[in-house]
């Protein structure tokens, strides 16, 4: 009896083939059926922890293959053929096919899975991080939030000794690159650090040392997506610079002088043009903002859903006037407008006078901000939403310096405090009636 079962060949199943009446047996392993390789297969070389393998270069969980030879995949290590073992009695696993000294451990298999989901994925998480700086006994930070670094491409460490060195994962966007280290069983050694360090402005470590060693892909999947488990290891990317250069702008708190005030008492253009076609548009809104203010307030349509147009004609409703008999005072160039993005000024000064510049209540520039924020989706940009230990930011500023001329113009009053952020200001006019009639003594900016 002959048996070439390539480099293996199996006594147990020799035996039964002789019972079998065979005489020459030529078979390879793909053409072994499932029931007869179990007879094959030795106990004393079982590996039941082999839980991932390579099939057409992918790594793959023996719960994502068939059963048998069927699966057609190969260790990760050793590159050679694996059955998968996925009976009713034993924890399905992977097996080779033929007696080898290969010993996969699981925890290696897992983090090497791990990094292959990442890479797959083409994402990671960059977590939330703050800059500090402080100045002229001012301290001020800015908080960014955690986001997703959603990539292009991505690299998957060699398993291989490789000469030059590289991350477990690296994930291209553009001209970004993201670092991953994937700490699973143990941290990244401080030589590695250094280097990632030194090579790579942004790089992250995602905290996977909790799961099992042979931790299923229904394990690592939503671990990966646990924001908790992301860590910055170097964080020197573009946008931590541009923070830092707001932070320390944002820290020093601008108070505008006397003289410069004075200067202020005739306002000038927010731009070289003024926004005319802005207040035509406003103008035709005014029958519809008189209605709105009639209506009850469960059926008015809510500030968020109107037009810029519409929103123009209800801040002149609440002033008692129409959009063609704004005075410059309320569409005026204020240092630092470019804050508020693509809000023209027309529309957050005639909105801020309205809110607070009619009535009998003090007010100051946090509150004015705080209203704002909650007004304009815009202040959600990384420079309006700037933090200072005095609640100062450029956004508060903004509001600060434009309260400071309305008082040098006569439209506000304002009261000192002990600091320049505890100043309050207090409207003129302290009823509808009155500030119509006070903003139409000032000459139209729209002739």
């Not at 899975?113 to 402080?134: D, G, M, S």
């Not at 690592?220 to 541009?242: C, M, Q, T, V, Y």
């Not at 005030?261 to 406003?282: A, D, H, M, N, W």
Request: with cysteine; glycine share 6%; proline share 6%.
């Amino acid at each position: 009896m002959v048996l070439n079962f390539g480099e293996a060949t199996s006594f147990k199943v020799a035996l039964f083939l002789q019972f079998s009446g065979c005489d020459i047996v030529k078979l390879k392993w793909g053409q072994i059926p499932n029931w007869l390789y179990a007879l094959h297969m030795p106990d004393d070389y079982e590996n039941t922890s082999i839980q991932y393998a390579l099939r057409d270069g992918q790594i793959r969980h023996i719960s994502e293959v068939e059963h048998g030879f069927a699966c057609g995949c190969v260790c990760i290590e050793c590159q050679q053929p694996l059955i998968a073992r996925k009976g009713a009695i034993r924890q399905h696993h992977f097996a080779h096919t033929a007696k080898t000294n290969c010993n996969p451990s699981p925890e290696k298999l897992t983090h090497r899975y791990a990094k292959n989901l990442i890479a797959t994925r083409l994402r990671a998480i960059e977590p939330a991080f703050e800059v500090r700086a402080a100045a002229a006994e001012v301290e001020a930070w800015a908080r960014h939030p955690a986001s997703t670094f959603e990539a292009q491409k991505a690299e998957v460490e060699s398993l291989a000794f490789m000469p030059d060195f590289k991350p477990d994962v690296l994930l291209h966007k553009g001209a970004s690159k993201l670092a991953v280290e994937v700490y699973f069983r143990h941290r990244v050694p401080p030589e590695k650090a250094a280097r990632i360090v030194g090579r790579y402005a942004h790089a992250v470590d995602v905290d996977l040392s909790d799961l099992p060693a042979n931790a299923s892909p229904e394990e690592i999947s939503p671990a990966l997506d646990s924001l908790p488990r992301w860590k910055w290891l170097n964080n020197h990317s573009e946008l931590f610079g541009k923070l830092q250069q707001q932070v320390e702008r944002c820290s020093k708190l601008y108070i505008p002088k006397l003289k410069d005030l004075e200067k202020k008492k005739i306002p000038t253009s927010y731009s070289i043009q003024l926004p005319r076609q802005k207040v035509q548009e406003g103008q035709g809104k005014v029958e519809w903002a008189e209605g709105w203010r009639r209506q009850p307030l469960e059926y008015r349509r809510k500030y968020a859903e109107m037009t810029p147009a519409e929103k123009l004609a209800i801040h002149c409703s609440f002033l008692g006037l129409t959009p063609v008999e704004l005075p410059l005072n309320l569409m005026q160039n204020v240092r630092g407008q470019s804050v508020l993005g693509q809000v023209h000024g027309l529309y957050w000064q005639t909105w801020m006078f309205a809110r607070f510049g009619v009535g009998v209540k003090t007010f100051g520039a946090l509150d004015v901000e705080r209203a704002a924020r909650q007004t304009y989706t815009e202040l959600a940009s990384v420079r309006a939403t700037l933090q200072t230990a005095n609640g100062f930011s450029e956004t508060t500023e903004l509001f600060y310096e434009f309260m400071l001329q309305l008082t040098a113009q006569g439209l506000l009053e304002q009261h000192k405090g002990q600091r320049a952020w505890l100043h309050t200001f207090s409207p003129v006019a302290k009823s509808r009636a009155e500030v119509a009639a006070l903003l139409r003594a000032l000459p139209p900016a729209i002739s």
